[in-house]
């Protein structure tokens, strides 16, 4: 893909560039033994799935408290080892997520919806201390940014508005394609600031906001 750069905002990556040592910190900052059983997906997200055979809350976190329970500390350092070791997992839990969810619910899970929720589950597991400070940085270094409405409006702030859209928003992931898209313009804007998608998530979005 041919360069962006010439839309970057000078202002929101010098901000962007200001937070990362703090944005760091949130890293592996919660020790996994009092996790909470939100699995990094609440209300808001939820109340977008509707007319569901079952509650969306209960199929995702039964699914991601599978996901938890199975996953080794080595297991996990395999997965974070490379970026190819990555894209492996995370594909894997985009497409047993998927799969779960036609199974149980009848129908299936739209591309932002799969993609969004495997992102947050990543994003919740990256702010856990798993007593290796390894996994913390293969977190960061690999793991995608969740496309929703906040991180998509932030990117086009830093893009100096040169997305299309005037309220970019999660329905706006309409393929794979575009998904894949997005996590390029984020990586981009990301690496032109030293840091990546994940550190960009957690800039971008703000509880409430």
Same mark, same amino acid.
């Not at 129908?107 to 589950?121: F, G, I, M, N």
């Given at each position: ?5 010439? *839309? ?5 990556? @010098? ?18 033994? !009092? ?12 109340? #977008?799935?509707? !007319? /569901?055979?079952? &509650?969306?809350?209960?199929? *995702?976190?039964?699914?991601? #408290? ?6 080794? /500390? &080595? ?14 997992? @995370? =594909? +894997? ?6 799969? &779960?969810?036609?199974? =149980?619910?009848?129908? +299936? ?18 702010? /856990? ?7 913390? @940085?293969?977190? %960061?270094?690999?793991? /995608?940014? #969740? ?8 990117? !086009? ?16 992931? @309409?393929?794979?394609?575009? *998904? $894949?898209?997005?996590? %390029?313009?984020?990586?981009?804007? #990301? ?6 998608? $994940?550190?960009?998530? *957690? ?7």
């Amino acid at each position: 893909m041919q360069s962006i750069a010439r *839309y970057f905002s000078d202002a929101l990556q @010098h901000e962007f560039k200001a937070a990362l040592p703090q944005l760091r910190r949130q890293l592996g900052a919660t020790p996994f033994s !009092n996790h909470d059983d939100t699995f990094g997906v609440g209300g808001e997200t939820f109340r #977008a799935l509707r !007319n /569901h055979h079952e &509650r969306p809350s209960v199929v *995702y976190r039964a699914r991601a #408290a599978e996901v938890c329970q199975d996953l080794s /500390h &080595r297991q996990l350092g395999e997965h974070l080892q490379s970026s190819d070791a990555f894209a492996s997992w @995370h =594909r +894997s839990l985009v497409d047993d997520l998927s799969s &779960r969810w036609t199974s =149980r619910q009848g129908k +299936s899970l739209s591309v932002a919806h799969r993609y969004k929720l495997v992102d947050l589950l990543v994003k919740w597991l990256s702010a /856990h201390d798993f007593a290796d400070p390894d996994l913390a @940085h293969g977190f %960061e270094r690999h793991a /995608h940014c #969740a496309l929703d409405r906040q991180t998509l409006k932030k990117l !086009n702030e830093c893009l100096s508005f040169a997305l299309p859209i005037r309220s970019p928003s999660m329905g706006d992931i @309409h393929s794979e394609q575009t *998904y $894949l898209f997005c996590q %390029e313009l984020v990586e981009e804007f #990301a690496a032109s600031c030293d840091g990546t998608p $994940l550190l960009f998530d *957690y800039f971008a979005w703000r509880r409430g906001g």
